[in-house]
């Protein structure tokens, strides 16, 4: 990842916080993005640089079009180029949101990064999408309630990007997903856990392990980079009981 530029969405913390790490660690600099806590993702920054990295802390909510703009003009003027975009940023059970939050932040707003990412990205540029096995596999198992608007909305998310592969294929930019079951330790967890509470313990009971934000965050590391085929889909850990 060395001279590469990574922009992360909502990565002031949690999984996107991680996979900001690993990629710097990496060689990358890596832009931190974040939606209101600035302190957070300045903290994110200062613990890069401190390692040796590069780094750079960029609010943007990626729900909002001028709030997008100015992200990308700050990449614009910072580096001229992304090479690597890690949809990472989603949510839909926080409180108090709209009835069509899930779907405007999991889908439309998805599918606009991407659109407005292109300029800035060149042959050889990646992108890789961060869901769910939940939402990858939506339909295919019995759904916790609580998840449905999540699961239904980042699936419908995943269907948008890969609708353009085509013209990123065009363009030379590659597009990678990573599914992942429940993971250990995100404010999504922490949501499900206290409107279901043990849901996640249940989970890991029956799948028999779930991973942890950092182990989660290498997969997405890696996927991040060349071995890994364009349009492919990572599946970490055990699909079975998605799949026949």
């Known amino acids: 990842m060395h001279d590469k530029i990574a922009l992360v969405t909502g990565s002031s913390r949690g999984i996107g ?7 710097a660690a990496a060689g990358a600099t890596v832009v931190i993005n ?6 957070r993702a300045e903290q994110v920054v200062a613990e890069i640089t401190a390692a040796g990295g590069q780094a750079l802390a960029a609010q943007g909510d990626i729900t909002d079009s001028a709030s997008r703009q100015a ?12 090479d690597l ?3 990472n940023a989603s949510g839909g059970m926080e409180a108090n949101m709209p009835a069509d939050y899930a779907l405007r932040l ?16 060149s042959a050889g540029a990646r992108i890789v999408y961060v869901t769910s096995h939940q939402a990858h596999f939506f339909g295919t198992a019995e ?11 980042k699936r419908a998310g995943e269907d948008a990007l890969r609708a353009l592969i085509p013209a990123l294929d065009e363009a030379g930019i590659e597009f990678v997903a990573v599914s992942g079951d429940m993971i250990v330790g995100p404010l999504t967890a922490k949501l499900l856990e206290r409107s279901n509470p043990g849901a996640m313990e249940t989970r890991q ?6 991973y942890t934000v950092d182990e989660f965050a290498d997969e997405i590391v890696a996927a991040s980079q060349g071995a890994i085929p364009a349009a492919h ?12």
């Open 233 to 244: 889909t990572v599946l970490v850990g055990d699909v079975s009981e998605f799949v026949d």
């Open 106 to 121: 999991n889908r439309d707003a998805q599918v606009a990064m991407v659109e407005e990412a292109r300029p800035l990205m």
């Open 34 to 39: 974040y939606r209101q806590k600035a302190r």
């Open 71 to 82: 992200l990308f003009a700050t990449i614009a003027d910072a580096y001229g180029r992304l």
């Open 205 to 210: 009971q029956e799948v028999g392990r779930l």
């Open 143 to 153: 759904e916790l309630p609580e998840y449905v608007p999540v699961a239904s909305s």
């Open 85 to 87: 975009l890690v949809l």
């Open 17 to 23: 916080r991680a996979t900001a790490l690993r990629l």
